[in-house]
């Protein structure tokens, strides 16, 4: 199992103690998504790897209010300084990814202007009290937020499915049902020349699309077929896809958290937001589930 995140500069996925899963990084297949979802960002950050060295990453967000950015908790923990965010739906098309760089020592402190001119704002990561780290399946909570040193007034933030939303999918019906998942993960393809096994690309650099077929649902996860050859669906989550927003009748129902194979072309593992300790979590940063009726 491997998270979906990404070191900034190499496609990389860090490997859990188990080896049961991986953090997920970006969005395989799938269309971009232009303007599609203006209210999902890319993060950046810095961060210690396991041996304590600090490297910059990415994960995609979601504004859950003009403050709040909901990630995965993996975003988050053990961040080193700010995380910055852009909405822009084209980051790099081709390296230099023009991302703005910081003392590894200090990390980001406020908004950054990149390459391109293109202002990152800047806030605060906060890992969700309950998170396992990857050890505990039945106590998952890999959901984390970012607040924003200000407010972002010119997107209009998603809405947190109803406590419980997911639970109305159980089988049979969980298994027809198609949820949207958006992300700036890494791109699976052919390479232009060398081994043309389909491999995590580092450019470009874009916000996707990708339509998942359900499989299986727990108490804390969300299990999506992510494989683009399946019939029913588009695509799926890879490196750089961590955090990044799964969506059902419009509701934001997870987050992604994990998947399963390197080459991104298997089963998605997502966090689910529509749980309560998911909503106690987030009501302290002033961010409420929507209510049906």
Known sequence: MTRRILTLGTVAAATLAAAVATPAAAVTDGDF??????????????????????????????????????TAAHCTEGTVGDTIVSFDPVIAEEPPSGLPEADPATGYDG???????????????????????????????????????????DI???????????????????????????GYGTEVRKAESGPQKPTPMSYPIIRRVAQEPGQKLTPQILQVNGNGNDNRGTGGTCFG??????FKDGYLVAVTSYGYTSNCRYLDGLQRVDIEEAADFLAEYGVEPATLG
């Not at 993060?43 to 950015?69: E, K």
């Not at 390459?115 to 998952?140: C, I, M, V």
């Open 111 to 153: 908004d950054q202007v990149d390459a391109q001119g293109r202002t990152w704002e800047a806030g605060t990561a906060h890992t969700a009290p309950g998170y396992s780290d990857f050890t505990d399946l039945k106590n998952w909570n890999d959901y984390g937020v970012v607040v924003l040193d200000d407010p972002i007034t």
């Open 33 to 70: 998504d232009g303007n599609g979802h203006p209210n999902v960002g890319m993060i950046a950050f810095y961060a210690p790897d396991s041996a304590g060295d600090v490297y910059r990453y990415r994960c995609s967000a979601t504004l859950v209010s003009p403050t709040v950015l909901l």
């Open 156 to 182: 209009e933030p998603a809405a947190i499915a109803p406590t419980g939303y997911l639970d109305t999918f159980k089988q049979p019906t969980l298994n027809k049902t198609i949820f949207t998942t958006v």
């Open 241 to 246: 896809d961590s955090g990044g927003p799964t």
